[in-house]
C-alpha cells in the first residue's frame, strides 16, 4: 500500500524535520522518501492544508474489559476508538476478569491484538487478583510484554507492598503506574469536597485524600531508587509535590487527564453521571493550576483514562452510578480545546514522545527506511463525538454532541491508514 502525504508539517521535537513542511511516501508500511517534492504512482494522496503529521500517539491508560468484561468493551472496539482518536498505541490496565495478572494474561493481549490497527501493550498487576495482599508474578508478565505495572483503578494502598513492588521492578527498569487515592479517606465520597459538594448535598472527596498517596509514594521512590508514574493527578498540591521531586532528581513523573484539564466541580451541577470519575474533578483553582503545570513542562503525558461502562452504569441515580468517562476519541481535542495555547511539538510530547522514553518503548522512527508509525492531525479543525460515529462499545461521555477543537485525521500503522 502506497501513501503520499502531501506539503504535511513534521512535529517531532529532537527531528532534523521538526517544524519543517515535505512530501513524505510510505510504502509497504515504511517511509520511503521525505522530501520537498515527491511524485509517486498509485498511491492513496492525502492532501490537506494545515495537516501536521508526527510519531504515532500513546495512551498509557485504557480499559479495554477483555476478558471478561466484553459486554463494555472489546480489544478490538479499543483499538477502533484509538485509531479513531489518534493513537497507534495504548497501554491496557489490568482490571479485567481474570485481572492481567500472569504471563498468560498477558500474552493473550499481546497476541491478540497483533491483528488489530493498534499496538496494545497491557499493563500488569500489581497485585494478585488486584487485591493489594500479595505481589503478582511481575517478572514473567513483563517478560510476555506487561510494559509497565499497575492495578489500575485500583490503587496499592499498602505503603509496604508498593515498596516491595518498586524494588522488584528495578531488576529489569520497570515502572509502577499509581493513581493516586487513599481508599480509607473520603471512603463514601461521590465528588471533590468543597463548596459545590456541600451545595449538592453530596459527600465529598478530600484533596487530601490524593496528596498523601502522592507525598507517600515520592518518600517509597526515594526509598527504593525505583521509577514511579503518577496518572490522574487532579490537585495544584499534588503537581506541586511532583514538581519537587523531579526537581530533587528522583525518577517520578506524571499524567493528567483531558477532562482534568476541561471541567471542574463546578459542572457537577448537573449531576451528569459521565463526570463521576476517579479521582473527582477538582475545584477551578486546581484545574487552572493543572494547565500551567502542563503549558509549564512539568506534565510528562496527557493520559486518556478511557473507562467505558455500559448504559445501566450510568444512568441510574448518581450514587450509584459507576466511575468513569470514555475518552480516547476525544483525547486530543479535548486537550487542543482546554489549552489552545499549544503547540504541535508540546502535543505531541504530550502525547507521544514522553510517554516513549518513559517506559522504554522504541523509539519513534521519522527517516527514510524506518516502519511507519504516525499520527495525522489539524490543530485548526473540529472534532464532534455523536452516536454514529463513536467507535468505543460504550457511550459515557459527557462530550456527545459537543464542537471541539482539533481534528485526527488518522493514523498510518503496521502498514495501514485508518482515516476518519
Known amino acids: ?13 529532537g527531528s532534523v524535520f521538526n517544524n519543517s513542511v515535505k512530501d513524505i511516501l510510505v510504502s509497504g508500511g515504511v517511509i520511503k522518501s521525505i522530501d520537498d517534492a515527491v511524485d509517486a504512482q498509485d498511491a492513496d494522496v492525502i492532501d490537506i492544508p494545515g495537516l501536521v503529521v508526527s510519531p504515532g500517539w500513546v495512551d498509557i491508560f485504557s480499559h479495554f474489559a477483555d476478558p471478561g468484561l466484553e459486554y463494555r468493551e472489546t480489544l478490538e472496539t479499543g483499538a477502533a476508538a484509538a485509531a479513531a482518536g489518534g493513537f497507534t498505541t495504548v497501554f491496557a490496565i489490568p482490571n479485567t476478569a481474570p485481572a492481567i495478572q500472569s504471563k498468560t494474561q498477558a500474552e ?8 488489530l490497527p493498534v499496538n496494545i501493550y497491557p499493563l500488569g498487576a500489581v497485585t494478585k487478583n488486584l487485591e493489594g495482599k500479595e505481589l503478582a508474578e511481575m517478572y514473567d508478565m513483563h517478560a510476555s510484554g506487561a510494559v509497565a505495572f499497575s492495578d489500575g483503578t485500583q490503587p496499592v494502598q499498602s505503603a509496604g507492598l508498593l515498596l516491595k513492588a518498586l524494588q522488584y521492578v528495578k531488576a529489569f527498569d520497570g515502572v509502577v503506574v499509581q493513581v493516586p487515592m487513599d481508599k480509607s479517606i473520603g471512603q463514601y465520597g461521590l465528588i471533590n469536597e468543597g463548596v459545590v459538594s456541600t451545595r449538592l448535598g453530596l459527600p465529598g472527596i478530600p484533596a487530601m485524600a490524593e496528596e498523601l498517596i502522592v507525598a507517600r509514594d515520592i518518600k517509597l521512590a526515594r526509598y ?11 490537585t495544584a498540591k499534588s503537581m506541586e ?73 450510568k444512568v441510574c441515580e448518581f450514587e450509584y452510578a459507576k466511575h468513569g468517562m470514555i475518552g480516547l476519541q476525544t483525547a486530543y481535542a479535548v486537550l487542543q480545546t482546554a489549552i489552545p495555547q499549544l503547540n504541535a511539538a508540546q502535543v505531541v510530547n504530550l502525547l507521544c514522545t514522553n510517554a ?17 508509525a504516525l499520527t495525522l492531525f ?10 454514529e460515529n463513536n467507535k468505543s462499545k460504550s457511550a459515557n461521555s459527557p462530550f456527545f454532541d459537543q464542537t471541539l477543537t482539533g481534528e485526527v485525521v488518522g493514523i498510518i500503522n503496521r502498514n495501514g491508514l485508518y482515516r476518519n
Open 378 to 387: 489539524n490543530p485548526a479543525g473540529q472534532t464532534r463525538l455523536t452516536k
Open 1 to 13: 500500500m502506497n501513501i503520499l502525504l502531501r506539503k504535511v508539517l513534521i512535529a517531532y521535537p
Open 108 to 115: 493473550y493481549v499481546v497476541q491478540k491484538s497483533k491483528s
Open 224 to 234: 527504593a531508587e525505583s521509577k514511579i508514574h503518577f496518572t490522574g493527578v487532579s
Open 241 to 313: 509535590y511532583i514538581k519537587r521531586a523531579k526537581d530533587a532528581g528522583l525518577q517520578v513523573t506524571c499524567s493528567v487527564t483531558p477532562y482534568h484539564l476541561y471541567f471542574c466541580d463546578e459542572d457537577m451541577v448537573s449531576y451528569d453521571t459521565n463526570l463521576k470519575v476517579t479521582p473527582p474533578l477538582r475545584s477551578k483553582a486546581d484545574r487552572e493550576a493543572l494547565k500551567d503545570a502542563v503549558l509549564n513542562g512539568w506534565v510528562d503525558c496527557v493520559a486518556s483514562h478511557h473507562i467505558p461502562h455500559n448504559w445501566d452504569s
Open 356 to 372: 516513549s522514553k518513559i517506559f522504554n518503548l522504541p523509539t519513534p522512527g521519522f527517516a527514510e527506511g524506518e516502519a511507519a
